[in-house]
């Protein structure tokens, strides 16, 4: 079961997981992306920016 990167928790992970799904920690509640599927690696997701339309 893959590790919460910041808590070492063990999230919930969807059976069907897609690489690139941005899923939360439970336990301390960052946001977490899944970075590859086998076997199963999170990392922490990066925190989006505005586009502002350019």
């Given amino acids: ?3 919460c990167p910041v808590c070492a ?3 919930m ?3 069907d997981p897609v690489e690139g ?4 920690c439970e336990d301390c509640g960052v ?3 899944i970075l590859a599927l ?3 690696t ?3 997701a990066p925190d989006a920016e505005e ?3 350019e």
């Fill in 1 to 3: 079961m893959p590790e």
């Fill in 9 to 11: 928790s063990e999230p």
């Fill in 13 to 15: 992970i969807s059976d």
């Fill in 21 to 24: 799904e941005l899923l939360e």
């Fill in 31 to 33: 946001e977490l992306e």
């Fill in 38 to 40: 086998d076997p199963v």
């Fill in 42 to 44: 999170l990392g922490e």
């Fill in 51 to 53: 586009d502002w339309g």
